[in-house]
């Protein structure tokens, strides 16, 4: 390879499930090798959160793994931040890029003090706002508009979350570019519809409505409110039964709620799985009942695999779906109306097939691996070139 290839790190907490994990393994295997040597820096996984190793290991990737680095306030992350900071000055790479709050504030610490030419950082979300009580939110606030002064760009997957991080003065709007999250999608594409994988070990005959959720069990996804519209939805004689796929802190709680409610042979929780092409094949409907997302990659899956959605209109969900036109949006917390979506979009039948068509169609053109990876290349080009411009105009 040539030795002008232009060295990327991308640090990331863990790859845990979810959508950050995901996206950083499709840039670090998606660059183009013969313009970029990337490394791929990450942390450990949580107890119960599931994790996406597996993902990396499918690229062909080997991370450099610091089991230190975690995303909470931990003493071991200052055995971390010497990690991190150690192979910057070592490798001395070109471009840092950094995912999720923690691995934010140690890498872009790590590379401003390393002297590291273009620091970019992705927000996939954020948690500073409703989350903590007013004086921590307002320290994180602080702290993220100080490590805005020493990075070079932020990313948001959305235009909504870029505008909420302007409102919130963690940096002008021109300082962030929105690239929307890329995905892989040639299986879900390729999958048949009802394959019946998922129903044959469920004994779930083809005539009963399937909703599924697809996510990590904690608080912010909110199945509690899935759970009580499902019961909703029985009340209502709607056939339906319900899966729930993945795992975390509050499987027990959620269970014994299904079980409060009455849903024991309604309701069934798969664990995490990694193969969700059968899951998806299966399903005649996705529940996204979340208080927040940046971008969910369950839904941009389920459109891609041809499955109508239903979601909450939060976060960055109103960048991805189309109200009415590539799936059906509700406002968060209301079990009443999310219970009455679903079972309207089962109902009418015909008309969810339509939007999930269109959805099918939509996620590929603006959520493709490819475009995403074009727009991430072409930023650290543009931003260590006039870093490079800079440098020779004030040695001149």
């Keep these: 390879m040539p030795a ?79 990690k991190i900071s150690r192979l910057m000055r070592e490798w001395r790479p070109d471009v840092v890029h950094t995912h999720t709050a923690m691995a934010g504030a140690l890498g872009r610490t790590a590379a401003h003090l390393a002297g590291v030419p273009v620091v970019v950082h992705t927000f996939h979300g954020h948690v500073l706002r409703g989350y903590f009580s007013p004086p921590a939110e307002a320290l994180f606030r602080a702290i993220e508009r100080s490590l805005a002064r020493h990075s070079d760009r932020l990313i948001t997957l959305s235009t909504s979350l870029r505008e909420d991080l302007v409102a919130l003065g963690v940096a002008p709007r021109e300082k962030i570019q929105v690239i929307p999250l890329g995905m892989e999608f040639d299986t879900l594409l390729a999958a048949p519809r009802r394959l019946g994988v998922l129903r044959r070990e469920l004994a779930i005959s083809d005539d009963v409505p399937l909703v599924g959720s697809v996510g990590r069990l904690v608080p912010i996804k909110n199945h509690a409110l899935l759970l009580q519209a499902a019961r909703r939805m029985v009340d209502l004689g709607t056939p339906a039964q319900f899966v729930i796929v993945g795992d975390g802190e509050l ?146």
């Design 251 to 396: 499987r027990a709680q959620l269970e014994h709620l299904s079980a409060q409610l009455g849903l024991e042979t309604r309701v069934h929780f798969l664990g995490w799985r990694e193969d969700l092409t059968p899951i998806y094949s299966d399903l005649d409907l996705l529940a996204l009942t979340s208080e927040n997302e940046g971008t969910p990659v369950a839904v941009l899956e389920a459109m891609a695999a041809g499955v109508p959605v239903v979601a909450t209109s939060v976060g960055g969900v109103p960048d991805v779906i189309r109200a009415g036109q590539t799936g059906y949006l509700v406002a968060s917390q209301e079990a009443d109306a999310f219970a009455q979506a679903m079972a309207e979009a089962l109902r009418n039948a015909a008309y969810s097939r339509t939007l999930a068509e269109r959805a099918r169609t939509e996620v590929v053109a603006r959520f493709g691996k490819d475009r995403m990876l074009a727009e991430t290349a072409s930023l650290y080009e543009s931003l260590l070139a006039a870093k490079r411009t800079a440098r020779r105009g004030a040695a001149a």
């Design 4 to 82: 002008s290839r232009i060295r990327v790190a991308l640090v990331i907490a863990r790859l845990n499930i979810g959508g950050p994990a995901t996206h950083v393994v499709q840039l670090a295997a998606g660059l183009p090798a013969e313009r970029f040597d990337v490394r791929l820096v990450a942390g450990r996984e949580g107890r119960g959160e599931g994790s996406m190793r597996y993902l990396a290991a499918k690229a062909g990737l080997n991370p450099h793994w610091i089991p230190e680095l975690s995303p909470a306030l931990a003493p071991s992350n200052v055995i971390a931040f010497y």
